[in-house]
């Protein structure tokens, strides 16, 4: 039930980016004229301009049915997302040119059509769904009552709609005005107030994206405190679920991307919750949230490399606005290189709601900073990451124990990243493209999720498998001025009854040139029949010496290893990223040769520039 004292602490005001319409007028006549921004601003008139010369996107039934039919996303997702780039270019070129009538005309014309749409939902979202129900029986004493579905997108689509509308509404037409009031209640507010949603209770990120945008529209249309107080009774659990995903140390086990998009919409519905509470409701103070905050400077290898266990891109760019907004309320919160920023069309998903705060939230006040030095490790998601600056340049190493029934989950125990001077040597492939048998039980078939795409070893021919059993058991963690460690057995991994104990360690020798040693101890109880280490590199070239081999990209990295245990066979593993690029990686294979009787087995890899 909602209690009068919540209700009493909702302000009936809605004018919640500025504080009123000369503050919004003066911001953006004075921000179009900010040097700093100008780059930012020039990215979005050169869309602005591409965007006029080509027709509205029509997503039509033949592109709505091809992820039923053949389970590919990108055909309907690549219009469904040029509408949203649309309607936020539109919107900012509006604010910016308020007297040219062009962007006012594209603007209502888009908005027109996402109101015409069938649903705001993706396709590979309406599974066994209101919108994909063939069933028909109505009656002329019946009043036809269409069921919606709200996913991501659905309430990404209200949340945009409703923070454009209160930017733009004295230029609207009142009856683009009332279809934005019209939609937003029939296909979000109704619908989540009316039934129940599975993901309200997930501990990931549709749960903050989802609910977020859900009571981030409420907050700015819903001028009533007893019906908005309604709305946020249902959000505020949903956005408790999304943060017990988490674990004390904040670590986001969905990779930064996944960082990046649900805590950024946890913190765009608290901004408008704390404002439109006076103050009074501030999702903000918790040394947990504080922790998930420093996710960000944490994850970073060196300049754009990301620690991308789980699906998660290699590289990644920076939402400044959230960033510096981030830094204002926790000390230490460190705002990175200013270079580092994602574009304005970096976004392939076009979302509002980031590309208005880099602008809005936009503090050139702020001093950004290069990644720090320094050893991080979690015990409680036992990720440890290390970097390492000196006089010869930037070197990174992460590792991973864990479960392989993580969020987003790959099959990676024991995996581990090396990066020197922005060239990542030991790679992780990250996020592969999502059909609907990459969420389904091939899952694990996809080199990029199974263990057969990480740097594990293969035992008996056997992959590592999934499940919150196959577990790391971490022995030996140690961080020092010159030396780090990280130790545990993650025999528990593999289903290989013969396999007795697996330990793994990794010896961090932080030098002016720094090198890792990798050693692997196997204990069985009869003699194995085949024991495979493999390492995943991009596609450099490897050439051999007499003390292992030699990569080469841009830098080199030698691995020394013993030849009289272990011969060499190098793989080239053609890989489709999440973005539908095929791109070409290396798997080294390095099997054991002729394991000993005694059914023990040490092998020692030592990795240096």
């Known amino acids: 039930m909602i209690t009068s004292d919540f209700q009493s602490l909702i302000s009936s005001e809605t004018a ?30 050169i869309d602005a301009k591409r965007l006029l010369q080509e027709k509205d996107q029509v997503l039509t039934y033949s592109v709505f049915r091809i992820f039923t039919e053949s389970g590919s ?43 015409n749409e069938y ?39 209200a949340f945009s709609l409703a923070e454009i509308l209160k930017l733009t509404e004295e230029y609207l037409s009142p009856l683009i005005c009332k279809r934005i009031y019209e939609e937003v209640y029939k296909r979000i507010f109704h619908p989540f107030y009316e039934k129940q949603f599975g993901w ?16 981030a529209a409420a907050l700015h249309l819903m001028e009533d405190t007893r019906e908005l107080a309604m709305i946020l009774e249902r959000v505020l659990p949903a956005m408790d679920s999304y943060l017990k995903g988490f674990n004390q140390d904040g670590i ?46 944490r994850c970073f290898l060196n300049r754009n490399l990301v620690v991308n266990f789980s699906d998660a891109s290699p590289e990644a760019k920076i939402f400044l606005g959230l960033s510096h907004y981030l830094s204002r309320i926790y000390g230490d919160f460190e705002v990175p290189e200013e270079d580092l920023r994602a574009k304005y069309s970096d976004d392939h998903c076009s979302r509002w709601a980031p590309a208005i705060r880099n602008l809005l939230w936009f503090d050139e006040t702020v001093l950004p900073e290069a990644w720090k030095s320094g050893t991080f490790y979690s015990e409680e998601s036992a990720w440890f990451i290390s970097r390492h600056q000196s006089e010869y340049g930037s070197f990174s190493f992460a ?97 290989v009854e013969s396999l007795q104990k697996l330990s793994r360690k990794f010896t ?20 194995p029949e085949s024991i495979i280490e493999r390492l995943i590199i991009p596609a450099l ?69």
């Open 16 to 45: 919640l980016l500025f504080s009123s319409k000369n503050a919004k007028d003066s911001w953006w006549k004075n921000t179009a004229q900010n040097p700093v921004l100008q780059q930012c601003f020039k990215e979005i008139r």
């Open 399 to 495: 590792a991973k124990g864990g479960h392989n029934d993580e969020p987003h989950n790959h099959n990676d125990i024991g995996h581990f990243i090396l990066q020197g001077n922005n060239e990542v040597f030991l790679k992780d492939l990250g996020s592969g493209l999502y059909t609907k048998d990459y969420f389904s039980e091939k899952r694990y078939s996809y080199l990029c999720n199974g263990s057969q795409g990480h740097s594990v070893p293969i035992i008996n021919n056997r992959f590592q498998k999934e499940g919150s059993k196959r577990r790391a058991a971490i022995q030996n963690v140690s961080f020092g001025e010159e030396i780090d460690t990280f130790e545990f057995d993650f025999e528990k991994a593999y289903e």
């Open 200 to 215: 309200e209770t997930q501990t990931h990120n549709w749960a903050a994206v989802c609910a977020g945008s859900v009571g």
């Open 508 to 527: 961090w020798v932080k030098l002016n040139q720094p090198k890792l040693i990798l050693e692997d101890i196997y204990s069985f109880t009869k003699q």
């Open 73 to 115: 996303r990108l055909e309907y997702e690549k219009l469904y997302f040029e509408k949203r780039r649309r309607l936020n270019t539109f919107a900012i070129m509006l604010l910016l040119e308020p007297e040219n009538i062009e962007y006012l005309n594209a603007l209502e014309n888009t908005i027109w059509s996402i109101c």
């Open 252 to 297: 986001c086990l969905e990779g930064y991307g996944y960082w990046q998009y649900g805590f950024g919409y946890y913190v765009y519905f608290a901004d408008l919750l704390k404002k439109r509470t006076r103050g009074q409701v501030d999702l903000f103070d918790s040394e947990k949230v504080h922790q998930i905050a420093l996710f960000q400077q």
């Open 119 to 157: 649903s705001w939902c993706l396709p590979a979202h309406l599974m066994n769904s209101p919108e994909t129900s063939t069933q028909v029986n109505y009656f002329l004493d019946k009043p036809i009552v269409q069921g919606y579905t709200i996913d991501l997108f659905a309430a990404e689509t």
């Open 541 to 609: 070239s490897v050439s051999k010496d007499e003390k292992g081999i030699l990569l080469e990209g841009k830098g080199k990295l030698r691995i020394t290893y013993d030849k009289t245990k272990l011969s060499l066979v190098v793989r080239i593993l053609e890989f489709q990223n999440h973005f539908g690029e095929t791109e070409n990686h290396m798997a080294l294979d390095f099997t054991v040769v002729n394991p000993e009787p005694d059914c023990s087995v040490q092998l020692v890899f030592q990795f240096e520039s």
